[in-house]
């Protein structure tokens, strides 16, 4: 007696879909993809990033806007900690720019920033801490001064939301 | 990237589970009024996050959602008789009424008050619009009945579909509230989709690859504004909202129907995409309604009598490199819902998060993860109501809008993305 064994063949798509096929996806380690630069435009910013800054990072650092209202390129960074920095050679090797603010004092960095940023071709985030989705207050003034310069923005963000944006950039 | 401890709690929706109990919270699509058509009608087997529960319709219009299988000796009620206001058990004849009580058990004496102490697990189950809508959290906490604006309009203005998606509800859900797929994946249905074409807001869409991302929080979930150039001074802005745990809408174009989804977990590894359109100022015309039935826009063609699309992982989405090559469909599959269910059922049936590269530009995808985790962990820690609870958070739409460049799209367009009865979307 013979026994009639019927197989069915499962098409690519469906094959692959399974979890069982999903155990042979290539499984190396990740390098960090992104140089994260993380600038406070105001003091408000400058709190929040120092408490960000002791988190661990691969590959971030955070830096404190100071002056710079006004002309493009007249920008003065200084690491989190104190230490000097200058724009250009931190943009060097960075290829995601991520800027905090609570109020819109730090527009002349926004723009020195967003410039610099859209010249090299690096990515551009911005957060705004507090409600910057209604008028009349320093977060919605905030958010007004970035726009221009954030390729994404987050106008209601907290600081919760600065951790979880860099960690699911993995910088 | 998404840590996996995160991952899990946010993709495992099941009995006791964190994200399962919040979306036992919430009122959500349990299966198309169509599916229980008439008074007596059959049942039909449903799983809803990743309970076997059996709908049925009794013999005098009330709706029914129970355990699946019989208190006797486990067996499914889909065999069951529909007869005399009420699901009776072919095996032994056990009967069981619209709440799971059991009404009538046959070996019994006449008198026996045995039937009495027999109940399955029920939940409600309430028409709304095209969709029966069910609640399986604590009765002491059921909310008030959901107020979405396409479920309320009349039934002319409106329809609905559904279709069975082999992924977990989460990848599905994403691509909903992700806007910048929408240029490269949908880009042949801006073109052709009788839905979509013909707006000129798809002229901003093409000619804008790089839009810039606003994300911003509502009192349900999000708002996610995707701005393009417009004319000078100006900017077009598709705003789409999010109602937790899984209503989204798509910004409108033109005078088209506005149309949207729910993502609803059926368990881990498969869910129901529902699709709406409606029309709140008139009633859908027949050419309108004809191409929602054949698939167009958001909807999907499927096999008759099932809610399984026609093309499907089964037969390679029926891929066409033909059209992937001339562009008429980017991925080489046709047709909105499908071109997004296939890649997202390619991601495997619960996609690894831990390996993901994620780009700013997924900082709406982003931001509904951390929501989604905040309100699950406050719920399961300290009993806070979620968002989107409240039926008032319900009252959202979608706009596409022109707005001055210096003009921030929530002040600005706050009205255009909130119901409001009588007055038209705000579409380009």
Known sequence: MTVAVQTQTLSSCARAATAQEARYRIDRP???????????????????????????????????????????????????????????????????????????????????????????????????????????????????ALRPHARVLLPSADEADVVDLLSALRV | MLRQDINELLTRTGPGTAMGELFRQYWMPACLAEELPEDGCPPIRLKLLSERLVAFRDSYGNYGLIDEFCAHRGASLWFGRNEDGGLRCPYHGWKYDTTGQCVEVPSEADNSSFAENVKLTSYPLVKIGDVLWTYMGDPATQPPLPEFEFALTPPEH???????????????????????????????????????????????????????????????????????????????????????????????R????????????????????????????????????????????????????????????DNDYLMNREKQRTGEWYSGVEGIAIQDSSLQESMGPIVDRTKERLVPADSGIIKARQKLYRAATALRDKGVTPPGVDPAHHHVRSAAVVLPQKEA????????????????ISSV
Request: glycine share 12%.
């Open chain 1, 30 to 144: 990740i390098a960090p993809s992104r140089a994260g630069r993380v600038v406070a435009l105001d003091e408000g910013a400058a709190d929040v990033l120092s408490r960000t800054a002791q988190h661990d990072w691969a590959n971030a650092r955070f830096y404190v806007c100071e002056a710079g209202a006004g002309a493009a390129g007249d920008v003065v960074l200084r690491g989190i900690d104190g230490g000097p920095a200058t724009l250009a050679d931190e943009l060097a090797s960075a290829s995601v720019v991520v800027m905090v603010a609570t109020n819109d004092s730090g527009v002349g960095g926004a723009y020195a920033l967003g410039k610099a940023c859209w010249e090299r071709g690096i990515q551009t985030a911005g957060l705004v801490l507090g409600d910057g989705t209604h008028a009349g207050t320093a977060a919605a003034a905030a958010v007004a």
């Open chain 2, 409 to 424: 799209f929530l002040a600005a367009a706050r009205d255009d993305v909130r119901v409001r009865p009588g007055f038209p």
């Open chain 2, 158 to 252: 409106h329809y609905t579909s559904k279709r069975w998606q082999q992924s977990n509800w989460l990848q599905a859900f994403e691509g909903g509230i992700d806007s910048s797929h929408v240029t490269f994946l949908h880009s042949g249905g801006l073109r052709s989709d009788p839905l979509f074409k013909g707006a000129k807001g798809n002229q901003y869409n093409l000619n804008d690859t790089k839009p810039f991302f606003e994300v911003a929080d509502s009192d349900g979930g999000l708002f996610v504004g995707a701005r393009r150039n417009a004319e000078e001074g100006s900017y077009y802005w598709r705003i789409t909202p999010w109602v937790m745990p899984s209503f989204t809408m798509v910004p409108p």
């Open chain 2, 254 to 313: 033109g005078d088209h129907p506005i149309h949207g989804h729910f993502w609803i977990p059926i368990d881990d590894e498969n869910c129901w995409a529902y699709s709406f359109d409606y029309h709140p100022m008139r009633p859908l015309t027949e050419a309108e309604r004809q191409a929602m039935v054949d698939g167009h826009g958001v909807h999907s063609k499927n096999i008759p009598g099932t809610y399984r699309p026609e093309a499907n992982m």
